[in-house]
């Protein structure tokens, strides 16, 4: 079986490559007689990230950073640039037996234009996977609010191309449909399947937390902080995020405790704030933390990051994979709900007042986290992930019965 996925992968992105570990185990514990083949498209093909997964990176239609992209199309569709990129890419469509786009908020407006932006990637793939006659799979998407007629239309089209369409949360749904989108009747809404990424061992929890420089444990409650750049949203909105946040981590060292910031996205070719670590360090300089304070430096693996969470006595999450992280982890957890996929999560575990709204007050956010140490239903989340992981067994299943599909036809 010859598999072709592409999504965010290849930036330092714990949630997006946590997203593609889970679902190739998925699929290599139901398919044991037949060798599976991976190809990734990635921003940055990496041989460390082809050990690390099993799998092959391959040179994606994005340009490798930021200022490469400035004012120009997808790579391949710009005035001088050569046929072979595109055609370079093509032949890995037609060796595919099917074409897995995603997981992750795909369906946006960021960096949008005709061939250009996260939208018009994959709609690129989907013409790409037609004209192959190899079926293509949009895995566990989000979507944002669409705006323009022109995103809205590539939208249209692209679900209609695509084989087969899950999303990972009913609101994304509703937001597309509430806008006239035209979704396929087949469409499936399944859990997120980072429910079902693996942990790192305790040895290599340790190892990096001895790389680090941290013990293992602290006769302080450590609290694991996940945080994320805003500018996007503007520079007002950005600080008023920055001085929400600091009350409660205020309050919890003021308790005798100690700040673990975890960085899901480490990502070193875009703006500083792409990087969980710049924004930790912005954080601790505006709020003058002088003690008790500590910021992962290094780079790991998604596993090795959820691992960190098993260290902690509490979490306070801003990423979305941060939740999910903390929660297979069994710690009490808080989130901040600044996407709907966010909150998507949490409503799929029954647990939605533990999702604050984004422009929740810091005193708020700090009550609810103190009180969740005594009140967090451990047992219910347990239960919840459990039960959403049988259930996110169906990508693995609509994968195989894609490629099945495949085969048949090439027969």
């Known amino acids: 079986m010859k598999l072709l996925f592409e999504g965010a992968y290849g930036i330092q992105s714990a949630g997006d490559d946590a997203a593609l570990e889970a679902l190739l185990a998925m699929i290599r514990r139901k398919v044991i007689k037949e060798p599976i083949e991976t190809t990734v498209f990635a921003r940055h093909p990496s041989a460390n990230f082809d050990k690390d997964f099993s799998v092959r990176t391959i040179q994606n239609t994005e340009y490798p950073t930021k200022e490469e992209s400035m004012g120009r199309w997808l790579r391949g569709f710009n005035y001088g640039d050569t046929p072979e990129i595109l055609l370079d890419n093509y032949r890995y469509f037609l060796e595919a037996d099917v074409v897995i786009l995603g997981a992750g908020n795909f369906i946006n407006e960021n960096s949008f234009g005709l061939f250009r932006g996260m939208l018009a990637r994959f709609c690129v793939s989907t013409f790409m996977a037609k004209a192959a006659q190899v079926p293509c799979f949009l895995y566990g998407l989000s979507a944002s609010e669409l705006k323009s007629t022109l995103s809205q239309m590539m939208a249209n ?6 084989d087969k369409t899950t999303f990972r949360e009913a609101s994304s749904i509703n937001l597309l449909r509430n806008i006239e989108i035209q979704l396929p009747d087949t469409i499936e809404e399944l859990p997120d399947p980072v429910i079902c990424s693996s942990c790192a061992t305790r040895e290599q929890i340790l190892k990096v937390l001895s790389a680090e420089g941290i013990a293992p444990k602290s006769n302080r409650k450590r609290l694991a902080v996940s945080l994320r750049g805003f500018l996007h ?5 950005f600080q008023e995020y920055f001085d929400r946040m600091q009350i409660p981590l205020k309050d919890w060292i003021s308790n005798d405790g100690e700040i673990l910031f975890i960085p899901h996205c480490t990502y070193e070719f875009d703006k500083p704030e792409s990087d969980d670590r710049h924004v930790a360090d912005l954080l601790v300089r505006n709020a003058h933390f002088q003690s008790n304070v500590y910021i992962i430096r ?7 990051i959820e691992g960190l969470y098993s260290m902690c ?3 306070l999450c801003t990423r979305l994979h941060a939740s999910v992280f903390a929660c297979k982890q069994g710690i009490p957890t808080v989130a901040i709900g600044y996407e709907p996929k966010v909150e998507g999560f949490w409503n799929s575990i029954g647990l939605s007042e533990y999702c604050m709204p984004f422009n929740s007050s810091g005193e708020d956010i700090s009550r609810l986290l103190t009180n969740s140490l005594n009140s967090f239903p451990r047992a219910q989340v347990n239960k919840s992930l459990k039960e959403l992981a ?14 099945n599909s495949k085969s048949r036809i090439k027969r």
């Open 157 to 162: 089209w692209l679900f209609a191309a695509a």
């Open 233 to 237: 949203l503007g520079g007002k909105a």
């Open 298 to 304: 290094g780079q790991y693996r998604p596993w090795e």
């Open 313 to 315: 006595d509490a979490a």
């Open 390 to 403: 049988q259930r996110a067994e169906r990508y693995a299943e609509i994968v195989i019965d894609l490629a």
